[in-house]
């Protein structure tokens, strides 16, 4: 199949890809952008593993081919979230509260909790839970990453 | 508050596990599974498929250097089929390529020829049919015993006498990393395997036996683990002996990465138990007789089998004290999934039985379930039926149990209970709970030893490493930590380094939650012997004293002259006078011993101690269960990392919940059917109760600082504390995991 060149936004940054279009998205970012961030629990879109934001919407990449996107299209992955020196208050509570203990699923969580909170910065327990039912998480019983997911909204509204 | 060491890579992204490893001139390999459970393999045509462009090799079993079976306790794992298959995802060829998908494709294109054979569908079956190897006499894997007093004479003194059978299920350990690593071949001959692995030294002895090399040309480097949950042992040490082979067959970079699918069609699972529980009662509600039966199905390959049944042997009357016990269990070949280590390892299917059967037993005495356990728990300085006095650690069942039962508020709660009359929603309501007691670590079935090694850098910079490994649990934080602890230093002063075989011994498996236990007790050598070193420097710095220096907040001081020196000016010292500082720290766990004939023995040399308890509510119309609150209370000796305790305790709830309720990888005629997350289900955070954890510390003489262990334990209880929740909501007893909702639904109508 010939390569096609997409125009994207990438964690911020415009990039040329080169691909095939019938590459699923998550192949190109992990083996052609060399962002490894982003993981595959299935390839199915049953786990969330390998979520990303393309224009603000929560996407399992797994389930995304290449020709798909659109020219323009804002993309998303965990390693656009904070830069090098600062994290993201949503990385920084999943340290303190204990939200990543293998941390396969970590990236995939922080991101759907990153797409929650740009549309609902107060978020209840539940809404939170609801939010993250497409990520599945196999060591923490979920508890600890929706604590750090409620004390970053907080910290993120100046109540905390 | 300990943070883990290691979560600012994991929030980042910047965590590298096997599959984001990338080398020059790699190539990516895939693996193509048996098409039946049992069949002879009759030829197999792979030349279509090398033509294939992108192709750069297939190899079948005839490509095995050297020895084509390997094992840990039975060499009965092929590393490819060479003549007959004996479950569906065994591996008959293998195909190498410039990408992943490529080797996908040809996969299709390699022609099999089989001539099918009968599987064996069942333990029950397996007893009476041919052997699945022919270099075995019979099916049977093993069988333990107990033998303990008479229970004939036991059940004539009692009033009444209960008899169940439970059964449970297959379970995928469902790690969220799929298997994955990378064979580097060496200009020396030798060969390197990066990959995601519970136990590094597994993976190098398989390596070893299947390339026919010897141990010290193979190095195993652990990447970063995506969970393992007991899971990533034989399986993943079989696919890295895979990718040895074909990179030195190839002669460059051979990466393995299993799609979900080809992982869940070949990985072991944890084992299905059919149990017989029978128990007789005297007048004053005291158990006098038990007879236990297990019997597990272990698939086609031995693989830890008889360890998975020798714990809940040991450990098959739960915490009571039963005066005339028989316990028969055996582990039997068949064709299905091969099954092996678990969370839990055999206790979650006995604890389920065990627990559900004292509920039953409870209401037969006319008890409460709580009444019924206190009159029949163990006590200090017990002497259990397997005959060890427990007079060396504390046995705080009962202390666990009030602790988790007055959190839950059970007593109130127990009496509302609807046990079968909905109210006006259509809700029924329940409470249950679950107790046990857990041998630590691996007990009289292996050898417990394990090793440290710290290395002092003249700058006091500090690099540990261990014979045990991080398997996500948070090892590394508490190895660390343990060492700061004992040299006074702070935490970010220590470099962890993962597991490399090439450089620390054999620590045995990170498995029966001994990690703590065992490399902290070593750690804690190490830095004895890292003091030692430094004495005589310390003389000359802050004077001679016949007792220890104090080690505390990066200085060390002198108690008689309370001289002190910064810990960095005497590692300097040290470093000036020329001397190395550098220890090996050793544990070897104190003496356990089993007679296999009567099974007696002091089987552990301490125990764990845990209850759980959970609140539930039906849907009388759907069967759908909503567990709405779990209280967990385990004594851990000492919590190193409270944070990391209890969330071990969290996850272990939430994953018993899907033994529970939802998780079964089901078998049609061997098939398995269940490949993926889409009909394997496994709980998702709306499926999450609200969950407290209570860590009761009583610090034990034989843990580092007093610390014992915990992973496993959290992950037993659930089955029957959920059963016995459901029990007294609905009033139908299920003796039979999963308990889906369908079935309960059958269950009320058919009331
Ligand atoms: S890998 Fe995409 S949803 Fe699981
Ligand atoms: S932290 Fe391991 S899967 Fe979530």
Redesign the interface.
């Known amino acids: 199949m010939t390569k096609v060149v997409k125009k994207v936004q990438l964690n911020g940054v415009e990039k040329m890809v080169e691909a095939s279009p019938e590459s699923r998205l998550l192949d190109v970012i ?1 083996l052609e952008l ?11 879109g ?2 969330g ?1 390998c979520s990303i934001l393309i224009n603000d919407t929560l996407i399992n990449s797994c389930l995304v081919l290449f020709g798909q996107l659109n020219d323009g299209d804002k993309i998303l ?3 656009g ?2 830069d090098a020196k600062h ?1 993201t208050s949503l ?1 920084e509570c ?3 509260e ?10 995939g969580m ?1 991101i759907a909790a990153h797409a929650l909170l740009i549309k609902n910065p107060k978020p209840t327990r539940e809404e ?3 939010a ?2 497409g ?12 604590d750090s997911v409620e004390k970053a909204a907080k910290i993120m509204r100046g109540e905390s | ?1 300990v ?2 060491i ?12 096997a ?2 490893l ?1 080398f020059d001139r790699m190539c990516y390999a895939a693996p193509l599974h048996s098409e039946y459970a049992s069949a002879k393999i009759l030829d197999i045509d792979t030349s279509r498929a090398l033509a294939f462009k992108g192709v750069i090799e297939v190899i079948t079993a005839d490509d095995v250097p050297g020895s084509i079976r390997v094992g840990g306790l039975v060499p009965d794992q092929y590393v490819l089929s060479d003549r007959e298959v004996r479950f569906y995802g065994d591996v008959v060829a293998l195909v190498v390529a410039e990408s992943a998908e490529i080797a996908r494709k040809a996969l299709s294109l390699i022609k099999v020829d089989y001539k099918p054979l009968k599987p064996i569908l069942s333990p029950q079956d397996g007893l009476n049919a041919k052997p699945v190897h022919d270099f075995q006499k019979n099916n049977v894997v093993e069988h333990f015993k107990v033998r303990h007093g008479d229970t004939k004479k036991g059940y004539k003194a009692c009033e009444s006498i209960v008899e169940e059978d439970f059964e449970t299920q297959f379970i995928e ?6 298997e994955s690593c990378i064979a580097i071949p060496n200009p020396d001959g030798s060969v390197t395997v990066h990959g995601g692995m519970q136990h590094p030294f597994t993976t190098r002895r398989y390596t070893a036996k299947a390339t026919g090399l010897p141990l010290a040309k193979v190095q195993i480097i652990q990447t ?6 007991g899971g990533r042992d034989d399986t993943i040490a079989v696919i890295c002996a895979r990718a040895a082979i074909l990179a030195l067959k190839v002669n460059r970079p051979v990466k393995i990465t299993y ?3 080809e992982s869940m069609r070949e990985s072991y699972k944890r084992h299905p138990f059919f149990t017989k529980y029978k128990a007789g009662i005297d007048k004053n509600g005291k158990f006098k007789a038990m007879d236990v039966d297990f019997l597990a199905d272990a698939g086609p390959y031995c693989a830890v089998s008889p360890f998975v049944i020798w714990r809940p042997t040991v450990q098959c009357t739960g915490p009571y004290i039963v005066p005339n016990v028989r316990c028969d269990s055996r582990a039997v070949y068949t064709n299905n999934t091969p099954t092996g280590a678990m969370r839990g390892f055999g206790t979650p299917q006995q604890v389920f039985a065990n627990e559900s059967f004292v509920d039953i037993c409870a209401e037969k005495a006319g008890m409460d379930p709580l009444k019924f356990r206190k009159l029949n728990f163990f006590r200090q300085g017990v002497t259990t039926h397997t005959e060890q006095k427990f007079d060396k650690h504390k046995v705080s069942i009962e202390e666990v149990t009030d602790k988790a039962l007055k959190e839950i508020d059970w007593k109130k709660k127990f009496k509302i209970c609807s046990r079968g009359k909905p109210d006006k929603y259509d809700y029924l309501f329940g409470i249950g709970f679950a107790t046990s007691y857990r041998g630590v670590s691996l007990g009289a079935e292996g050898n417990d030893f394990c090793s440290a090694l710290v290395n002092i850098q003249p700058d006091a910079s500090i690099l540990l490493e261990v014979g045990v490994s991080e ?4 090892l590394k934080t508490a190895m660390v930590r343990i060492l700061a602890g004992e040299l006074g230093v702070e935490d970010e002063r220590i470099h962890f380094i993962d597991t490399d075989t090439s450089s620390i011994p054999d620590g045995g498996p990170t498995v029966a939650s001994r990690g703590t236990l065992v490399g902290g007790n070593a750690v804690v050598d190490a830095a004895k012997g890292i003091r030692k070193m430094m004495r005589p420097v310390l003389k000359e710095l802050i004077g001679a004293s016949k007792k220890q220096y104090l080690y505390k907040s990066g200085k060390i001081k002198n108690p008689d002259t309370k001289k002190s020196v910064s810990f960095e000016k005497a590692v300097l010292a040290c470093h000036n006078k020329k001397m190395y500082l550098h220890a090996l720290g050793t544990f070897s766990g104190p003496d356990v011993g089993w007679d296999e004939t009567r099974g007696r023995g002091n089987a552990y040399f301490t125990y764990v101690y845990a209850c759980q308890a959970c609140e539930l509510t039906v849907n009388a119309k759907t069967g759908k269960v909503k567990v709405g609150k779990v209280v967990a209370a385990h004594e851990v000796g000492k919590s190193i990392n409270p ?2 305790s ?2 071990q ?7 018993g919940l899907g033994f529970a309720l939802t998780e079964q990888v089901r078998h049609k005629d061997g098939i398995i059917q269940d490949v ?3 009909t394997y289900k ?5 499926d ?1 109760p609200e ?1 407290t954890a209570i860590l009761v510390e009583n610090p034990d003489p034989a843990g580092p600082w007093g610390a014992k262990s915990l992973g496993e334990p959290t992950n037993e209880l659930m089955g029957a504390a959920v059963a016995n929740a459901i029990y007294y909501a609905t009033g139908v007893r299920f003796k039979k995991t999963p308990i889906t909702s369908d079935d309960i639904k059958k269950a009320i109508c058919s009331k």
């Open positions: 992990r060399n962002l490894t961030g982003t993981k595959e629990g299935c390839g199915e049953e786990c593993a992955t965990v390693e979230l904070g994290l990385q999943f340290i303190t204990g939200g990543t203990q293998c941390g396969m699923c970590t990236p922080l939170i839970a609801e993250l039912a990520n599945l998480c196999r060591c923490t019983g979920y508890k600890k990453i929706i | 508050m943070k883990r290691d979560a600012y890579e994991k929030v980042t992204g910047k965590a590298i596990y599959d984001d990338k350990h469902s790690y969220m990393e799929p970063t683990l995506g969970g393992g949950f799609t979900r699918d398997n996500g649990q948070g944070q990391m209890v969330g305790i969290f996850g272990g709830i939430v994953m993926n997350f889409n496994i709980p998702r955070s709306i999450a969950m």
